[in-house]
């Protein structure tokens, strides 16, 4: 890991390494938070409080991290990126962010109550992270994995998507992928998936919402002459279409995913065994539900 200029990222996609470290400021100034919902979740589901500690893998800013910090456990967060630290150290300056990967985190065996991932597990090494999450959990620890997924069916929103559509890079990771889904599978070492959503919303200024699609690492990615083409037809939208003209600060809906699973224990053959398949994540009150987009 280093943070030369040019140096690619030890075991980061190119793509995320090159539109993240450029965009970590418009990330943190641009991209939602996490609603306060699915952090009270996340911590009754895995019992999570003052004496647990959390992992947060690839934690960006620190967005969804901040989220942990009520519930009073020792929060530990992972990011390969330096520009992604700096950014987290400033937004986030409690919670200790050292530099690993999900596949190689450097921490100890067992150390973990609950290990996080949001808005990033499209990107990992899928079976190796899993391997990897597994080793720093303790038996019976759980993972959850956080989207959120933007509404863009309507109005503005689905004209921005348009011209955002234009400059996508077909070969970078997404979340509605079904590769990391079957990562998942029997023998896995974690029980089945289970999915509960939650809804908020997000009100920006044009500034900050130039920010929002520019943390994406594909338009963040791009050579300076393409992205300000994309900026151009980004602003013209705005400018004209009649739900966004004139308006001071936009609204974007989101509904957050969060998956969750437990750790399975072994059986003396090897396969995950009946005490790991007997104990199941806590129900969800609603059933799953599709999200609208995919982010990266």
């Not at 009270?40 to 004496?51: D, E, S, Y």
């Not at 991932?117 to 038996?139: G, K, M, N, S, Y």
């Not at 809906?253 to 053959?269: F, I």
Request: aromatic share 8%; with cysteine; hydrophobic share 35%.
């Amino acid at each position: 890991m280093t943070g030369r200029p040019g140096r690619r990222a030890r075991g980061v996609h190119r793509i995320a390494d090159r539109g993240f470290s450029r965009a970590a400021g418009a990330y943190e100034r641009g991209r939602p938070d996490y609603p306060a919902s699915a952090a009270r979740f996340v911590a009754r589901a895995f019992h999570i409080g003052p004496g647990s500690t959390v992992i947060d893998l690839a934690a960006g800013t620190g967005k969804w991290t901040r989220g942990l910090v009520g519930t009073g456990a020792r929060i530990l967060a992972v990011e390969p990126l330096p520009a992604m630290r700096r950014e987290f150290r400033r937004a986030v300056p409690g919670v200790r962010v050292v530099a690993g990967t999900a596949e190689r985190t450097g921490l100890p065996d067992g150390c973990a109550d609950l290990v996080t991932v949001a808005q990033a597990f499209h990107w990992f090494d899928h079976e190796r992270a899993l391997i990897e999450i597994r080793r720093i959990l303790r038996p019976g620890g759980g993972l959850a994995i956080l989207w959120n997924v933007r509404e863009h069916r309507k109005g503005w929103r689905r004209e921005i998507l348009k011209v955002s559509q234009r400059y996508e890079n077909r070969s970078v990771p997404r979340r509605g992928w079904e590769k990391w889904r079957r990562a998942f599978r029997p023998g896995s070492g974690f029980t089945p998936l289970r999915l509960r959503t939650f809804h908020h919303e997000q009100w920006l200024t044009r500034r900050l919402l130039e920010d929002r699609f520019l943390s994406l690492s594909y338009i963040a990615a791009l050579p300076g002459e393409r992205k300000a083409e994309f900026l151009d037809r980004f602003r013209q939208v705005l400018e004209t279409h009649p739900g966004a003209r004139g308006r001071r600060k936009l609204m974007t809906p989101y509904t957050t995913e969060v998956y969750y699973a437990l750790r399975q224990e072994p059986r003396p053959g090897g396969e995950a065994g009946a005490r790991g398949r007997s104990r199941r994540p806590p129900s969800p009150r609603s059933g799953p539900r599709r999200g609208h987009t995919l982010e990266v």
